[in-house]
């Protein structure tokens, strides 16, 4: 079962040049996304910094109209409690005022750099090539653009914004009691010893539970996805209890983690309240024995006293941030590990124009395997002429659909080339190549959209009277239009359903709509029943005359329709002629031909 999620958390045993090397690539690419954001951070640093300023003064204005405004009042001159009030009010203000700034200037890059990165890595994983996407389970990709999006959006949105903002807050709370007061500030400063030690403790035990949750919660998410993605056999075999009992296991097995790390915070933050409410009580005797020896005014040691209580308020936010800052360089790490795969079939530096082809398709000594040391083609020759319809046949596994593949260019041969009118695919420029080859398969997708939307994928800019042409040509028009809103049904919606072989139909008339030069039919009648694949047939032979068409099919009744016969056998072509020629001789078409032949009495 591949775990969502949880390969970073296994990275401790990746050797260190390469966890350097992540580290290398999650930096470059956190700095991509910073660069755009330049000037806007340093603007959101300066309100900060002058938020908080405001907002520690509060204290030290209170020190001054007691000790001063006070006096002065008794001596009937109101202008330093007034100015005092004035202060304070003012501190309150600028400092709400900036701090909402603040809050809507991080928001607003956080939001920039989650959309970068969102986009980003929607494009390239669709960028990306089919053997990326072969390899790459689907449940990762999901877990890519959702939970380790989410981790990085957490820590933007509220761990970065609450550790700068604390940090600042308990910097200058301390340097401010250090100046109105040098004692207080000292047992405050004796105070981060047990804060320290306290804390540390909280990360380490924290860390490990953490990262528990996370890999428990991977677990969920993978057994629910593969359940749900896989309904129709759970349904089927009846699994239900079995998976029951699994997901059961590891619900439970969540809750028990996540009990445990509350039960941390449930000794971290009574442990923080204790240690400042005795930072609070040691600074309040210290200083009150001071008052009454005269060595301390008493508006300075109720400031002492606010800043010690105060200072301890960001602690328990700031402990947290450590842990989302882990999981989010853990995600960062996987994402600019998808972001870095470089598509394994490239597009040409210099492409080579084709405006019009004509279809004539050519292997040229190609040799191709999906994974080294095991050919599936071992050495290919082959040469289609242009217009010529050949059907493929030969057993399940023989290399058909491989084959397929290399003329798609969804993936590149090992050895050799393959050529469009002479020109290497790795020449052509994508579109060209997208215009002049298409490939219909077994597994017609269907996009959300309408039925007339679904068929325009073939061609975007065209009109319903070509999307109902190409339709009628390979007999879906009487079924669309039965259809509850016809053309404008939407597949998606219920009662919009259509079946397997309708959907065929319809990725028929999406490629017929396309008009390439070359087309690849890869089983793609296997779900209709016999009177639709004889409509179909009928059109293919209309529409296959003007171009080059590869078919692959099991049954045998597509073959009459072709040109050339080819039987492909272990990845090798082993006969190869006029689908007459192979009837009349004794080799393994005529053989599957005439058992064919008797099936159908
Ligand atoms: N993505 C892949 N990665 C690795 N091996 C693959 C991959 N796709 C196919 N193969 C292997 O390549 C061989 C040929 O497969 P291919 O799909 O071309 O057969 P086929 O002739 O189309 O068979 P069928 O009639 O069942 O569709 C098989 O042995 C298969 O195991
Ligand atoms: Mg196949």
């Known amino acids: 079962m591949s775990v969502l999620g949880v390969e970073g958390e296994e990275r401790d045993d990746l050797n260190r040049a390469e966890s350097a090397q992540i580290r290398a690539r999650s930096l470059r690419l956190l700095g991509s996304l910073i660069r755009p954001m330049r000037a806007r951070l340093v603007l959101s640093i300066i309100v900060v910094v002058i938020s908080t300023i405001s907002q520690v003064a509060g204290p030290a204005i209170i020190a001054y109209g007691i000790d001063t405004g006070l006096p002065a009042l008794i001596g009937s001159d109101w202008m330093p409690v007034a100015f005092a009030g004035l202060a304070y009010l003012l501190a309150g203000v600028t400092g709400a005022l900036l701090i909402a700034w603040f809050t809507v200037l991080s928001a607003q890059i956080s939001q920039a750099i989650l959309f970068d990165l969102r986009r980003r890595v929607f494009l390239h994983t669709q960028r ?8 790459y389970t689907s449940g990762r990709i999901i877990s890519r653009q959702t ?3 989410d981790a990085i959006r957490e820590l933007l949105d509220s761990g970065i914004n609450q550790l700068v903002q604390g940090v600042l807050y308990m910097l200058f709370t301390a340097v401010a009691l250090f100046l109105l007061d040098v004692e207080s500030g000292f047992i405050l400063l004796a ?3 047990p804060l320290a030690a306290l804390t540390r403790w909280f990360q380490v035990r924290s860390q490990t539970m953490f990262r528990r949750t996370r890999v428990a919660s991977a677990r969920l998410i993978v057994t629910f996805v593969e359940t749900m993605t896989g309904i129709r056999a759970v349904k089927a075999f009846r699994t239900e209890k079995r998976n029951e009992a699994e997901f059961g296991g590891l619900v439970e097995e969540y809750r028990a983690t996540n009990a445990r790390v509350i039960k941390l915070f449930g000794i971290y933050d009574p442990g923080l309240v204790l240690i400042g409410n005795v930072a609070v009580a040691v600074v309040l005797l210290v200083g009150g024995f001071r008052v009454v020896d005269g060595g301390l005014e008493i508006g300075v040691l109720l400031a002492a006293v606010l800043y010690t209580r105060r200072f301890f308020d960001p602690m328990e936010d700031m402990a947290m941030f450590y842990n989302g800052y882990q999981s989010a360089t853990a995600a960062l790490e996987k994402i600019s590990g998808v972001l870095e795969e470089q598509p394994s079939v490239a597009d040409p530096e210099h492409p080579v124009d084709l405006w019009e082809s004509r279809g004539a398709v050519a292997f040229d000594g190609v040799e191709f395997g999906y994974v080294e ?11 289609i002429p242009a217009g010529q319809t050949i059907a493929l046949v030969g057993s399940t596994g023989a290399g058909k659909s491989t084959l397929a593949k290399l003329v798609s260019r969804f993936y590149d041969p090992t050895v050799g080339r393959v050529t469009l009118d ?6 052509l420029h994508p579109k060209d190549l997208r215009r002049a080859i298409v490939m219909v398969t077994q597994e017609a997708y269907l996009f959300s959209g309408t039925v007339a939307d679904n068929i325009a994928i073939g061609k975007p800019d065209a009109t319903r009277e070509e999307i109902e042409a190409a339709a009628r040509a390979v007999g879906a028009d009487t079924f669309i239009r039965g259809l509850p809103n016809g053309y404008e049904t939407d597949v ?7 079946s397997a072989g309708q959907r065929q139909l319809i990725s028929f008339a999406r490629a017929f709509l396309a008009d390439p030069a070359v087309l690849i039919l890869d089983e793609a009648t296997a779900s209709l029943d016999i009177p639709s694949e004889r409509l179909v047939q009928d059109a293919l032979q209309t529409l296959l005359a003007d171009r080059t068409a590869i078919i692959i099919a099991h049954r045998l009744s597509t073959v009459s329709i072709a040109d050339r016969v080819l039987v492909m056998e272990h990845g090798r072509i082993v006969e190869d002629g006029t689908p007459e020629d192979l009837i009349a001789g004794t080799g393994r078409f005529a053989q599957l031909h005439a058992s064919w032949r008797e099936s159908l009495v």
């Open 128 to 135: 990306l090539s089919l053997e990326f996407h072969e390899s």
């Open 147 to 149: 939970s380790d999006l």
């Open 191 to 193: 105070s981060l010893v």
């Open 373 to 383: 040391g095991r050919p599936i083609l071992p050495h290919f020759d082959l040469d």
């Open 422 to 427: 002479g020109i290497d695919l790795r020449q």
């Open 492 to 498: 998606n919606k219920r009662g919009g359903r259509v």
